[in-house]
């Protein structure tokens, strides 16, 4: 099982910025999918974003055009740049990587925005 570490959740006012890290060990970090999930109150966790060993990207709707998914691949760590964020991106942030059948979760960091 790959252990997956992320930091850098916490309370913002609305229409500022966060960024989430994800540390990983470079055999995860080469061969795995890795993403963002996150999970609001009273809701199903939902895909936010993914990011291949070869660096392409895909977002959902709602966050497409205000986050950023990238890697540093010295550091073996992957990042979601969060700006202009909303209320409405409360939620439990999750690291997800994925080599199938191997499917690996992080712990969550916990990210506020208040209006």
């Known amino acids: 099982q790959a252990q997956l570490v992320e930091t850098g959740g916490g309370l913002v006012q609305a229409g500022g910025s966060l960024r989430l890290s994800c540390a990983t060990s470079?055999?995860?970090?080469?061969?795995?999918?890795m993403a963002w999930y996150r999970q609001a109150p009273g809701k199903q966790r939902e895909f936010v974003a993914f990011?291949?060993?070869?660096?392409?990207?895909n977002y959902s709707d709602s966050v497409k055009g205000r986050f950023t998914i990238y890697k540093d691949n010295a550091k073996n760590c992957m990042y979601l740049q969060m700006n202009s964020l909303k209320p409405e991106d409360t939620a439990v942030y999750y690291c997800?990587?994925?080599?199938?059948?191997?499917?690996?979760w992080g712990q969550g960091t916990q990210v506020t925005v208040s209006s």
């Open positions: 997800n990587a994925v080599n199938w059948p191997n499917n690996n």
């Open positions: 990011i291949t060993t070869g660096g392409s990207t």
């Open positions: 470079g055999s995860v970090f080469s061969q795995y999918i």
